[in-house]
């Protein structure tokens, strides 16, 4: 059953106390009413939520955290935080959506109007992530569509026209020069900006055409693609875990990847990158989570619904990882037989080693030993052939995936085959996230702007357009840097200071015990106690523990960016310039700026209604805070959307009774919000 959803107004909550949807006025004088939408079934929904919080992130993020900071070890505390800090968030952003059947900016400024500012800093952060994300998606269509011959582009140096070797592919490997020169002609730094790269201009406009398409009729058609985006890449994981237990060298990548070490858990930048892995690994602060829940059924049980896909997140992950280091152990030991090879070579003429007949050339470990016991007496210097250093290169974000696992795939019987495979599922959950993404920024305005509800069509095509437009930042020849430096930065201040109000905003404005009365009238049970003390102390700590120790990480350390050089074929990293501090800082401070303007504004408001005599009253309000009201369900919407008269106690988030009540009938908490 669907149910119509609080009141959105862009002119403030105090402007029109009914709950339902009201997009003009009949001939007879009455409201029109328009009911929200809602998933055509529950599995829409899952897969939904789940598409979105499994993304890019889950493939070549995770996998490079579990590697550098202790394998196994980095797993158990990975759990541990997501349980108690993760599943909570998670939940509490699910309950509030749901209840509140609003966006982001709905379901903040139903608990006050001054807290709106939450919901514009969400949105504001949602548009950011959008506009570069959709460039990766781009250059997965640009890699997908090179996928289509045989033999790979990247599989060897091209060839100049005097017929050498083009020095800078010798100098490197074919996919680095294939990455960095054929597909985005990077400049050497930040400061040389370049012209538009005109192949990746062209993949950009592809990806926000697809994301349209898909965005064109809101859930109702990105609900439909999810069958397809969320459910293809676990096909695609699957495939590729099983061809990569064949490789020779898998096990050997499992080793590096699951070997515990304790003792990173007394290291706090560890700790640090745990949480902020859980923090975008379920998309909390982002408004996407409360923007689908936002078109769930009343009854639906979205405590179960947290639990389950913060575990498919989880497990996703888990699977990723085996899948990545199975491929590239393989890779590795590839490298390192063939390190060994070149040694044995130059070992050729030396007497010292008559015996080096005794070495299993497919055995790194053998030379390696060899070497460590005999080296010095060698009159040249030969190199160890370890795995585990060819495991450590390339291996985070795009390194991973258009380098290290690309030149992996090369190796592979019928290349093409799999590296289109892997595309297809590079470009899947990308989409799917980006679903998500633009959810979080829709919903929420067409819930507070009437003008923008009547004009969906139109508005979702302009935000395509117009992220195009601005989205051409990032396809000049420096566009990675500029990538590198959203990702980094322009979302994870923000975000945490988000998710921050929401838990302070939850837990101890409206009152954790009276949001658990609000989540058992919706469910039928009542939640554990203990997600009261987990939101009140344990998360609302992590989350400023997290941001405490991201500001003092950018304050301490200037922030720096991988730099490519085409004299060497290398990265090297070098410190931002002082603009690009400055557009950092910008951005940060855009994203963030909502919260404290809405609550000075709705202050400055509120103190200005209570001087001027009945002011209030003319406006709806009761002591700056607004009068109970009612919500619509569709059974009873064309006669149920009246005003109460009278004042009860205090009224579930989850009933019918959505607005808050005044100070003085005792909802309001003494913060005074």
């Not at 695609?236 to 515990?260: E, H, N, Q, S, T």
């Not at 795995?387 to 190796?411: D, R, V």
């Not at 963030?592 to 709806?620: E, K, N």
Request: hydrophobic share 45%; with cysteine.
């Amino acid at each position: 059953m669907e149910k119509a959803p609080l009141p959105g107004d862009e002119r403030g909550a105090s402007e029109g106390q009914q709950a339902a949807v009201v997009d003009g006025v009949n001939p007879d004088g009455t409201d029109t009413v328009t009911a929200r939408d809602g998933w055509d079934s529950k599995l829409e929904y899952v897969l939904a939520q789940v598409g979105f919080s499994v993304g890019l992130g889950n493939v070549w993020r995770f996998p490079y955290l579990c590697h550098q900071n202790g394998g196994g070890a980095f797993l158990l505390l990975y759990i541990l935080l997501m349980v108690v800090v993760g599943v909570p968030l998670f939940f509490l952003e699910l309950a509030a959506g749901q209840s509140i059947r609003q966006g982001s900016i709905g379901v903040w400024k139903h608990i006050s109007p001054k807290l709106a500012g939450i919901g514009y800093s969400s949105c504001l952060v949602c548009f950011f992530v959008a506009l570069y994300y959709n460039v990766i998606i781009g250059w997965s269509l640009f890699y997908l569509g090179n996928s289509f011959q045989s033999p790979l582009p990247w599989e060897q140096c091209p060839v100049s026209a005097n017929g050498t070797v083009v020095k800078e592919c010798a100098a490197g490997t074919p996919t680095t020069y294939f990455w960095f020169r054929n597909a985005l002609d990077i400049t050497d730094s930040i400061d040389e900006t370049g012209e538009l790269n005109l192949t990746m201009t062209g993949c950009l406009f592809g990806a926000w055409a697809i994301v349209c398409l898909g965005m064109f009729k809101g859930i109702k058609s990105s609900g439909k693609v999810m069958y397809f985006s969320s459910v293809f890449p676990y096909v695609v994981l699957l495939c590729f875990l099983i061809r990569g237990l064949l490789l020779d060298g898998a096990m050997d990548g499992l080793k590096v990847l699951l070997y515990p070490e304790l003792s990173i858990w007394k290291d706090v930048q560890v700790w640090r990158q745990a949480a902020t892995q859980v923090f975008f690994a379920l998309g909390l602060g982002f408004g996407s989570v409360i923007a689908y829940s936002s078109y769930n059924p009343r009854h639906n049980n979205c405590h179960r619904d947290a639990i389950m896909v913060a575990s498919v997140n989880f497990m996703t992950s888990v699977l990723a990882s085996l899948v990545v280091f199975t491929v590239l152990g393989f890779r590795a030991k590839k490298i390192a037989i063939s390190c060994v090879k070149q040694n044995l070579q130059l070992l050729a003429g030396v007497e010292l080693v008559s015996g080096r007949e005794i070495f299993n050339v497919t055995e790194p470990e053998v030379y390696n030993e060899w070497l460590q016991l005999n080296g010095r007496h060698l009159p040249i210097n030969l190199t160890n052939c370890t795995m585990e250093k060819e495991m450590g290169k390339g291996l985070e974000g795009t390194g991973l995936a258009f380098i290290a696992f690309t030149e992996a795939m090369s190796l592979f019987p019928a290349s093409p085959f799999w590296s289109a495979l892997f595309f297809l599922m590079l470009l899947n959950l990308g989409l799917s996230t980006m679903f998500g993404t633009m959810e979080g920024i829709l919903t929420p305005l067409y819930d507070n702007f009437a003008s923008l509800r009547k004009r969906k069509t139109a508005f979702t095509v302009f935000a395509c357009i117009l992220g195009f437009l601005i989205g051409l930042l990032f396809t000049q020849r420096c566009g990675n840097y500029f990538v590198a430096m959203f990702d980094d930065y322009s979302a994870t201040l923000p975000l945490i200071i988000v998710v921050v109000f929401e838990t302070i905003s939850v837990a101890w404005v409206y009152g954790a015990d009276r949001f658990l009365d609000d989540i058992e009238k919706m469910l039928h049970w009542r939640p554990p106690v203990v997600y009261k003390y987990l939101w009140k102390y344990v998360c609302l700590f992590a989350m400023v523990g997290l941001l405490s120790a991201s500001i003092i990480r950018m304050i301490l350390t200037r922030p720096t960016y991988k730099a490519y050089q085409q004299d060497t074929a290398s990265e090297i990293s070098l410190e931002y310039p002082d603009w690009a501090l400055g557009v950092l800082s910008i951005l940060i401070v855009i994203a963030s700026l909502p919260v404290p303007i809405c609550f000075l504004y709705h202050t400055l408001r509120q103190y200005l209604s209570q001087s001027s005599v009945g002011d209030g009253a003319s406006h709806g309000l009761e002591n700056g805070h607004y009068r109970q009201c009612c919500t619509t369900d569709p059974n009873t919407m064309a006669t149920d959307t009246q005003l109460m008269n009278s004042v009860g106690s205090r009224l579930p988030l989850a009933e019918e009774n959505l607005g808050l009540l005044s100070e003085s009938e005792g909802v309001v908490e003494s913060t005074g919000l």
